[in-house]
């Protein structure tokens, strides 16, 4: 019984981590994702292609002040966003 008990512990512990740590690579490396739902709503997406080899510091201070004109973005995801259009828009 007791031994019993233990497994269904750890199998609990177990999936609290791997949740845990699905939630946090979403949150974080998911930028293609979060660009197309966070960057669509005041205009379209592909304005980000007149900038292309930009840097990630220089994304950064875009999504600053798309931030001052409403966007919620948390800064890990912003963070995302821009890593992904660093690498993506060339
Ligand atoms: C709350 C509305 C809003 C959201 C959401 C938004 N933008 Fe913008 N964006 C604007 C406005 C307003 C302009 C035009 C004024 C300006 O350029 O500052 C603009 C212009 C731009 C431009 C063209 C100007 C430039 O610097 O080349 C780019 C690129 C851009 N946005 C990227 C993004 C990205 C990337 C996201 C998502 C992270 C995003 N925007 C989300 C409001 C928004």
């Known amino acids: ?10 199998l609990v512990f177990v999936s ?3 949740m845990a740590f ?7 490396a998911d930028g293609k ?3 197309q739902s966070k960057c669509s709503t005041c205009h379209s997406p592909n304005l ?7 840097p990630v510091a220089d994304w950064m201070k875009t999504i600053d002040r798309m931030k001052s004109a409403g966007l919620q973005i948390t800064d890990g995801e912003q963070k995302a966003v ?4 660093n690498a993506n828009i060339k």
Do not use: P
């Open 1 to 10: 019984m007791s031994i019993c008990r233990r497994g269904s512990f750890s």
């Open 16 to 18: 609290f981590f791997i």
């Open 33 to 35: 994702q979060l660009w």
């Open 82 to 85: 821009a890593e992904y259009l």
């Open 48 to 54: 980000v292609k007149r900038h292309k080899n930009y």
């Open 22 to 28: 699905a939630a946090l690579s979403f949150a974080e």
